[in-house]
């Protein structure tokens, strides 16, 4: 199936690893072209090495803090100088900081807001207008199942991941009649290097295998085993495609069945 990707062009936050990255090099291989942030240039060499072997295209990178939400203008307008406009953003970020309630400090609290709410606001504010005049725009959120099926120990991300999720809905109401569309991918467990030092760094806690722990974080998926970060990168495509035009304010789960929930 042919998306209609070619030539569009892609602003991908946090995309040098895991889901980001797999929606970036997804998207080049559509015949988009791209433009990747992180916080780390190493990592951004990385995946720039690697875009090119296996798509050809030389993606542009910059480095951002998620952090510093203030960073987006800048980065931007270096977008803007390079691409002329961007077409679509698949907003991303790292997990938040792990934790009960009690244990989260008011400067994780902070981070997390910034990385997963304030972030994405700033890049929004930047990118709607033009996106407006244009009259077209793909918006992706990459939250989690937690904005449906809260995970214990996730208290940052449960909380304000459902606050992304709520301003993906009021913005979608509020742009569709501009040609914009707005949606959110929840995933599931995903086999990302998150995961991975995850699962190591709790197997030296408890003396069990990576292994064994990536198979206990499975236990309770039907399909039996996490999602490879190619999965909602292939669905982040298909939603960045003028073919999903009339799928709008919409969080779309790709977790093997592990939510619950009915809708």
């Known amino acids: 199936m042919d998306l209609l990707l070619k030539n569009k062009t892609a602003l991908i936050t946090a995309g040098s690893k895991g889901i980001g990255k797999a929606a970036a090099l997804a998207l080049a291989a559509e015949g988009c072209r791209i433009a990747v942030t992180s916080s780390n240039k190493e990592n951004l060499q ?17 480095v951002m803090d998620l952090n510093i939400p203030s960073q987006a203008a800048g980065v931007t307008e270096k977008i803007f100088k390079e691409f002329g406009h961007i077409d679509i953003l698949v907003n991303n970020c790292g997990g938040p900081q792990p934790g009960n309630f009690l244990e989260i ?10 990385q997963i709410l304030f972030s994405v606001i700033a890049i929004c504010r930047l990118l709607i207008p033009p996106m407006r005049e244009r009259k077209w725009g793909r918006i992706i959120n990459i939250t989690s199942v937690t904005v449906r099926q809260p995970i214990d120990n996730l208290v940052v991300s449960n ?48 003396g069990n295998s990576p292994d064994d722990i990536i198979r206990e974080m499975t236990r309770n998926i039907p399909a039996g085993r996490m999602a490879e970060p190619e999965e909602p990168a292939a669905l982040a495509c298909f939603l960045a495609s003028p073919l999903a035009g009339y799928i709008n ?15």
């Open 105 to 114: 400090t008011d400067k994780q609290w902070e981070s997390g807001a910034n």
């Open 159 to 206: 909380a304000l991941r459902a606050g992304l999720t709520g301003l993906a809905k009021s913005l979608s109401n509020e742009f569709a009649a501009d040609g914009l569309t707005i949606n959110n991918i929840a995933p599931g467990y995903t086999l990302t290097e998150r995961i991975k030092d995850l699962s190591q760094s709790k197997a030296t806690l408890t």
């Open 46 to 62: 990385k995946f720039s090495d690697e875009c090119k072997s296996r798509t050809g295209q030389t993606p542009y990178t910059a």
């Open 249 to 263: 304010g919409n969080t779309i789960q790709i977790d093997g069945g592990y939510t619950k929930s009915l809708l």
